[in-house]
C-alpha cells in the first residue's frame, strides 16, 4: 500500500519551523529598532496574543466583533474613514482595529474614536493566533493592501471567519515574492471571500497568486479618499517658521519621509540654489525621526546652519541662525507641507519604494519626487498622467527642477492646482469598497458566543 503524505499539514509544519528559525534570528535587530523608536513596551505583549484584564473584559463586553488590520500609519489612514463608513451600513457590530508599529497605535489613537478597541497584531506564530481570534471571536477579518500570514489565514478558515483584502496591491517586489512560494499562498488566496482591488494591474495579479476571479473587484486605490485637503492643525508650521527667523519671501522647501543619502542631496542642492536664487529655507522631516542626529550632521557638511525641531520648545536656538529646520518630532509632516512652496516626496531618490505622494498633492501643493516610486506605481501613473506632479531622476535633475519651478511663480501654481485637481478627480474608492464588503456574510449581530 502506497504511503500518502498529506501536503498541507507537511506545509503547515515546514513554515511554522522556519517563520519560528526567521523570528529568533531577527528578534534583536527588530526589538533594537522598537526600542530606538520609544514607548514599545506598552502592549508589547498583545504581539504574542496576550491581554491584560481591563481589554479581555472590553472585549468580551463588546458586541459582535469586526476586525481590521492595518500595518502602520499609511494603512491607518486609511482604515479609520472606512470604518466609520462600514459602521453606517452594518449598525449593531462592535469595531477593532489592531496595527503593527508603535507610530501606527499612535496614529491609531489620534483619529479613532473611543468606541474602537485597539491591539497590536499578533505575530504569525499559531499559538500567538488562536489566542487572538479565541477572545476576539470576529465575525470578519479586513486586510488592509497586502498583510497575509499564513497562520492567521488557516485559523480565520478553520473557524469559518470571513477574510478579506482591502485596498489590495502588489509592488513589483511582493509579486515576485509571492510567486516564489505560490505552493504556500494559492490556496490561502483562493479562500479569501472578498479581494477589492486598487488598479487592473493589481487584479491580475492577484488572480495569477490564486485569489478566485469571481472575488475580486477594482475597486480603485482608497488612498484618494483617505487623504485630506486641509492639514491637522497639530502644529502651527507658518508660525513656528516665523518664529525662528525664516523671511516672509522666503522660498520653503519641505522635504517629507526622507531617507538615508536623500538628506545630504537636498542639503547640497538647496546650498547651490541660495546661491542664485536668494532666500531659500529647508524644511527636513524625516521618516524615522531617530535619525535627527545623522541627519543634521549631513545637512552641516554641506554648510546649511541646521535646527532641530526637538530644541525649539527648550529654547536652545537662536532665531535667524538656521537656514534649515530638522523635524525630529512625529505627526507633523502634513502641518509642514501646508506651510511649504514647493515639496519633495523621499525614499524616492536614493532607495526605492517611495512615500505617500497624495498627502502634499490634497493639499494643492506642487510636488516632486524620485523616479524609485514602486510601492505607488499606480499612485505616480495617475499623477503623471495628469501633469500633477514633477519626477526627477538624478539629483543634477533636481537641483535643475527645483530651480526652474522657483523662478517660475504661475508654473508652481499651475502644478499645486493640478495636484489638487487630480485628487478630486480620482475619489469614490471607498464608497466602492464598502459596497463590495457589504455583500460578505457576517451574520446577524446577535450576541457574541
Keep these: 500500500m502506497a504511503l500518502v503524505i498529506q501536503r498541507g499539514p507537511l506545509i503547515r509544519f515546514g513554515y511554522n519551523v522556519l517563520f519560528a528559525v526567521f523570528f529568533f534570528l531577527s528578534a534583536p535587530y527588530y526589538l533594537w529598532k522598537m526600542v ?24 468580551e463586553a463588546a458586541g459582535p466583533i469586526i476586525w481590521i488590520h492595518a500595518v502602520s500609519v499609511g494603512e491607518v489612514n486609511q482604515c479609520v474613514p472606512l470604518q466609520r463608513e462600514l459602521q453606517k451600513r452594518l449598525p449593531g457590530y462592535a469595531w477593532l482595529i489592531s496595527t503593527t508599529t508603535a ?3 499612535a496614529e491609531l489613537c489620534r483619529k479613532s474614536g473611543g468606541d474602537v478597541i485597539k491591539i497590536y497584531y499578533p505575530t504569525d506564530f499559531a499559538g500567538s493566533v488562536r489566542r487572538a481570534l479565541r477572545l476576539i471571536e470576529p465575525r470578519m477579518l479586513l486586510l488592509v493592501e497586502a498583510e497575509v500570514w499564513p497562520n492567521m489565514m488557516w485559523a480565520a478558515r478553520c473557524r469559518e471567519i470571513p477574510v478579506a483584502l482591502v485596498n489590495a496591491r502588489l509592488s513589483d517586489r511582493s509579486y515576485a515574492r509571492y510567486r516564489k512560494v505560490k505552493f504556500l499562498f494559492a490556496q490561502l488566496f483562493g479562500s479569501l471571500e472578498t479581494v477589492c482591488a486598487q488598479s487592473e494591474g493589481d487584479l491580475a495579479r492577484w488572480q495569477e497568486l490564486g485569489c478566485r476571479p469571481e472575488r475580486i473587484t477594482l475597486t480603485g486605490n482608497i488612498k484618494f479618499d483617505a487623504v485630506s485637503t486641509t492639514p491637522p492643525g497639530r502644529v502651527d508650521a507658518a508660525a513656528m517658521l516665523e518664529r525662528i527667523g525664516v523671511h516672509a519671501d522666503a522660498k520653503v522647501i519641505v522635504a517629507g519621509s526622507t ?13 547651490m540654489l541660495r546661491k542664485s536664487l536668494g532666500n531659500i529655507f529647508l524644511v527636513i522631516v524625516p521618516r524615522h525621526m531617530e535619525r535627527g542626529a545623522r541627519v543634521q550632521s549631513a545637512v552641516e557638511e554641506q554648510g546649511l546652519l541646521p535646527l532641530r525641531r526637538s530644541r525649539i520648545d527648550s529654547g536652545d536656538w537662536t532665531a535667524g541662525g538656521t537656514n534649515c529646520l530638522i523635524v525630529d518630532t512625529t505627526g507633523e509632516l502634513v502641518d509642514f507641507y501646508a506651510a511649504a512652496d514647493l515639496i519633495f516626496v523621499g525614499k524616492s531618490l536614493k532607495s526605492g519604494g517611495g512615500q505617500n505622494p497624495l498627502e502634499p498633492a490634497a493639499l494643492g501643493k506642487p510636488v516632486i519626487f524620485g523616479d524609485k516610486m514602486a510601492n505607488f506605481r499606480d499612485i505616480v501613473r495617475i499623477l503623471v498622467g495628469s501633469n500633477a506632479v514633477r519626477v526627477v531622476r538624478s539629483e543634477l ?4 527642477t527645483i530651480g526652474k519651478l522657483l523662478e517660475n511663480e504661475s508654473e508652481l501654481s499651475s502644478l499645486g492646482e493640478a495636484a489638487a485637481r487630480c485628487i478630486a478627480e480620482n475619489r469614490g474608492s471607498l464608497g466602492r469598497t464598502v459596497d463590495a464588503l457589504e455583500n460578505i456574510r457576517v451574520g446577524e449581530p446577535e450576541k457574541r458566543g
Design 397 to 400: 535633475d533636481l537641483r535643475s
Design 103 to 105: 507610530t501606527g497605535m
Design 36 to 59: 530606538r523608536r520609544g514607548n514599545w513596551r506598552k502592549g508589547f505583549m498583545q504581539r504574542f496574543g496576550c491581554y491584560d484584564t481591563e481589554l479581555r473584559k472590553r472585549i
Design 259 to 271: 531617507h538615508d543619502g536623500e538628506e545630504e542631496i537636498l542639503a547640497r542642492v538647496c546650498s
